[in-house]
């Protein structure tokens, strides 16, 4: 997936299930200061994530997530290293 | 006032300030009572059950359209499930309605008691469905739980309005929401809390429908304009139904100082439970209940003028309720079920039917028992309402029963100050 792609994913996800506005979604946005997330919102986006573009997110790797850009980095690496997992299973 | 506002045991006085509700006959009290009025019923036939092999039930009473889930904002909404989101709009209109305000509601003078079956229904099935399925927890989300566990309800409606006072959440079936509303009273009666945010939800699911169809409980026609069938000869079972019914019980004090506007009173309440059966009522049981109700509320049976009268459209459960009404009441008092309009809304039935009956006593009229046509013989001795009429209520008992043999009588007296 290219990064508009997975931009567009992401803030699909962020308007549709968590019916943020989509004007208030910047990379530089702060899920839980600007944005209200919580803790179970925490939890949920990660789920919703790994609905949308397969894969494990790493828990280690999404506690460090503060902002929207974080959650495009996140899932991109989430993405490539599953790729890359996959590849190198044979399947 | 304080000889006013207490009973002579010092017992504070409990009287409705507000009510809301979802139901199949509409979620506003002005389309409810013109649906009670004009006998209308909210059953439909349910399509997609056909697919559900071993389920012979195919029709429901879902709640009425026009609800708008939005109205809750998301951070609270994400942990309902259909029923507490019920419990939630039917809770905020009751709130309104009593015009009580954001800081009341937090003091801790205010207490929910709001109870259903179990947790949602559908909930739980995408749940398990989920976890069966996959062998995996992966893909659950946080609120899953929140939305399943048995005091969904209450907790989200404590939640939405920032409640600290207690919170009891009644888990009896299809007396859950009885059993809510009479909690409360006691609370509220024994000065324990100012208010109470009352009352019992349900989902129209087909766990619900299947759980009776097993035990040959549940109607199995398919025109859904003739069933259920309260207390009639051809009766074959019950329609499962769905919504939310909660009220505001006040200290009389309470609502007295602060200029509220009065509903009605609460005067008695009574609960027990057979000890015999998990399915089949026991007369001894609802009698006793019955007796213990007015003896709570200092009344005679003679000065009651309405009964709202559980009556599901089983076979043996209605036989055995107007045989236990009978006993208490013989043929003086008028008695008709909502059921055959609203089908069997299940943890919601309680806290709907005491509002029902609540508004039959404002606007001075007994709905009749829809589907009524023929009066079983076993359902005899009592006095059926066949034909809605104008009639003047100044007290009203409300009762309910459920599986386990729990029973619940609820006395509710017109405000006359």
Redesign the interface.
Same mark, same amino acid.
């Given at each position: 997936m290219t990064h508009d792609e997975i931009v567009a994913a992401v803030n699909r996800v962020l308007v549709e299930e968590?019916?943020l506005a989509a004007a208030d979604i910047r990379p530089d946005a702060r899920l839980r200061d600007d944005l209200?997330l =919580?803790s179970?919102?925490a939890? =949920?986006l990660v789920?919703s994530l790994?609905?949308t573009f397969g894969g494990?997110v790493a828990e280690g790797e999404a506690r460090k997530v503060r902002t929207v850009g974080d959650v495009y980095a996140l899932v991109q690496n989430t993405i490539a290293d599953y790729a890359s997992r996959t590849a190198s299973s044979g399947s | 006032m304080t000889a006013r506002t207490r009973r002579a045991d010092g017992a504070h006085r409990v009287v409705v300030t507000g009510m809301g509700i979802v139901s199949p006959l509409g979620n506003d009290l002005g389309r409810v009572t013109q649906a009670l009025r004009e006998g209308t019923s909210g059953v439909r036939l349910m399509p997609e059950w056909r697919k559900i092999d071993g389920l012979y039930a195919c029709l429901a009473a879902p709640a009425a359209p026009g609800l708008d889930p939005q109205v809750i904002p998301r951070p609270f909404r994400r942990s309902m499930g259909p029923q507490a989101l019920f419990a939630a709009l039917a809770a905020r209109d009751a709130v309104a309605d009593a015009g009580l305000d954001e800081a009341r509601l937090c003091s801790g003078t205010v207490g929910v008691s709001i109870g259903s079956t179990m947790g949602s229904p559908e909930a739980l099935t995408a749940f398990f469905r989920h976890l069966i399925g996959s062998s995996s927890l992966r893909g659950i989300k946080s609120t899953a739980f929140l939305q399943t566990m048995a005091h969904t309800c209450a907790a989200n409606v404590a939640i939405l309005f920032g409640i600290t006072g207690r919170l009891i959440a009644p888990v009896s079936a299809c007396t859950s929401g009885s059993q809510g509303v009479g909690a409360a009273f006691e609370a509220v009666r024994h000065g324990l809390q100012d208010a109470m945010i009352c009352g019992g939800a349900d989902e129209a699911h087909f766990i619900a429908a299947g759980t009776f169809d097993i035990v040959g409980g549940a109607s199995r026609r398919e025109d859904p304009s003739a069933t259920p069938r309260p207390f009639d000869a051809d009766r074959d079972g019950l329609v499962v139904g769905e919504g939310s019914g909660v009220l505001v019980l006040e200290s009389l004090e309470h609502a007295a100082a602060r200029g509220a506007r009065i509903h009605a009173e609460i005067v008695g309440y009574a609960t027990n439970c057979d000890g015999a059966h998990m399915s089949q009522p026991q007369q001894s049981g609802s009698e006793a209940c019955m007796r213990q109700a007015l003896r709570d509320a200092g009344i005679a049976a003679t000065d009651v003028h309405y009964i709202n009268a559980h009556a599901t459209a089983t076979p043996i459960g209605d036989s055995i309720e107007a045989s236990a009404t009978a006993a208490v009441f013989g043929d003086r008092v008028p008695v008709s079920s909502a059921k055959g309009q609203t089908g069997h809304t299940l943890g919601a039935c309680g806290a709907l039917e005491t509002i029902f009956t609540v508004l039959m006593m404002q606007q001075g009229f007994i709905a009749a028992t829809r589907n009524l046509d023929r009066i079983d013989p076993a359902c005899g001795g009592i006095q059926h309402v066949q034909r809605t009429r104008p009639a003047t209520i100044r007290v009203a008992l409300n009762n309910n029963f459920a599986f386990g043999g729990v029973n619940t009588s609820i006395v509710l007296r017109a405000f006359e100050g």
């Open positions: 968590f019916e209200g =919580d179970l919102d939890v =949920d789920v790994e609905q494990r | -």
